[in-house]
């Protein structure tokens, strides 16, 4: 009885492997498959082989990675564009290896063509002598389809029409897919299972509409086949019968002990001896399958780690350690620029001659560690005049670093505050103009829903031209579309910019921006710090001043010295109830961004009267709260960071 089952499973396992053999058979089709333009072509020897020599020799190393990436050599004519994209669900080594074989391939394949696309199985690479990046292009895209063909073909392309617009949608809008998705849908007693990808250089909109052109060529490619892909310059799509993005490594066959293949003979008479075997091969079996357990759970977890942190650096240029110590003269104090709570923040010349800004985590920081990948993941998203760009990282063992645009001017709190005679009031506006409009960016226009939660004067820098940048983004969040406000147990920011609800209750929202916002307006038109700004018992904050000053029709008197001849007082004014009306106390009675933006572009547009801001935005001393003369009484302010409020 035991033995003809396990015969008969023997016989379904051997035909299940057939099965599938022969789906691989159909499924996978011959690459490489090449476009080759042929209007124009490169000389041997020229700068534009050279340059797209030395584009082709830089891609693998980021491979090891990203699987995503673009970047170009040369100027003027002989400038080449390169950009490869992997397949998400495979390993970066499988995707270096792809790659390799791409770049053998496109070289031999499209001789001297000045633009090319060449697609492994698991990988695009795709070079031109015209910039390409963020442009789509549908055109010449390729269809392959397996040979066998479904019985019902209407029904079965509705339903794989169905999967591909679902996850079109999901790849093309949801940020968190990353510009990549897959799904399953049934279909009679199978299952269909799709994948869809763009490449990382398009908007959303245009990731859509490059799926959905490729998902109108199946017809004319691929009608009414088990299984089939569409390749296109800017995306790529497939669907098949077999969950082939899952990997080979994910259905590994059930192998059957042979001892278990044998008739066993159940009898009362077994001796002790027998019963001892028998006994310790099951523990030997169970055992050797709990170890098979623990291992696959280790290096599972392992490398789903290695996957989320191969994701966070995606897209970013990797900048190998050894040329940041050339650029930093081996990070001598002399380059030293800063020091802040991520580490300290070096001016450092590359190999190209620009001037970048390095920030280098303390390595002893846990904390540091978060901010570094809480700023990757978010910075590298967002693109904006205002907001300090990000050009590339390092990772190498325990050191880890950012590297941005160098900005020569350093941050507003050194110019505002030591060197403010620099500051006009014309320039003071633009300022204030540029830091709103990056706040805006974050909170409503970028692809993600930003809130940076600690927004002040050292983190916005300054260009060449004073032209404000918002920086440091290792204490920012992410919100969904729809969430208003968010809580947290552990406190981070600096006292005298912290909003009331977020110092006293860890809650924040787009409004707790605001309100950093508003004291950096009053601290840029009054040249005073409001960090321990400590006037009277009456009025020991500088946003308490500023409210009593308007109150009492005296505002003027905070207008900075340097300001007499370039502002009026009308302008002064309006300015400053601008400022206070962003730091009321109250969330819900202070402006979004996109309101303040207005008021400051629009002199016309009426402004409310503003309510007290809060009194009590530090810590107490201990003598004051003793004092019965004392009410709303604020000291000097700090930066903190992993303080955990009481629940």
Sequence with gaps: MIHSLMVSKSIQFFLLLCSLASLSEVAFADPPYEICSTSSNYENGSSFQNNLNNLLFSLPSNASISKSYNTSFGVASDRVYGLYMCLDYVSNETCKNCLATAIEDIVKLCPQAEEAVVWEEVCQLRYSNNNFMGRLNVTGNIGKDNQQNISEPEKFQYAVNKILSNITDMASFNVSANMYATGEVPFEDKIIYALVQCSRDLSAN??????????????????????????????????????????????????????????????????????????????????????????????????????????????????????????????????????????????????????????????????????FINEVQLINKLQHKNIVKLLGFCVDGEEKLLVYEFLPNGSLEDVLFEQRARLDWTKRLDIISGIAKGILYLHEDSRLKIIHRDLKASNVLLDHDMNPKISDFGMARIFAGSEGEANTVTLVGTYGYMAPEYAMEGLYSIKSDVFGFGVLLLEIITGTRNAGFDHSRSNPSLLSYAWHLWNEGKGTELKDPLLLDSCSEDQFLRLMSIGLLCVQEDASDRPTMSRVVLMLRNESSSLGQPERPPFSVGRFRANDLNDPHCQDCSVNFLTVSDIILPR
């Design 206 to 371: 245009d990731c859509n509409s490059c799926l959905q052109s490729a998902i109108k060529d199946i017809p004319g490619c691929c009608y009414g086949s088990i299984g089939a892909r569409v390749l296109s310059r800017s995306c790529y799509l497939r669907y098949e019968f077999y969950p082939f993005y899952l990997g080979a490594s994910e259905t590994t066959p059930q192998v059957l002990h042979p001892a278990v293949t044998k008739e066993v003979s159940i009898s009362s008479h077994f001796n002790s001896s027998k019963i001892w075997m028998i006994t310790g091969i099951i523990v030997v079996v169970g055992l050797a399958t709990i170890f098979s357990i623990c291992c696959v759970y280790f290096f599972r977890n392992k490398r789903n780690k290695q996957k989320r942190n191969d994701k966070i650096y995606e897209n970013l240029p990797y900048i190998d350690l050894d040329s940041l110590c050339v650029a930093t003269q081996n990070f001598s104090d002399l380059n030293k620029l800063g020091q802040g709570g991520f580490g300290p923040v070096y001016k450092g010349i590359l190999v190209n001659g620009r001037e970048v800004a390095i920030k280098r985590l303390s390595t002893c920081s846990v904390q540091g560690s978060e901010e």
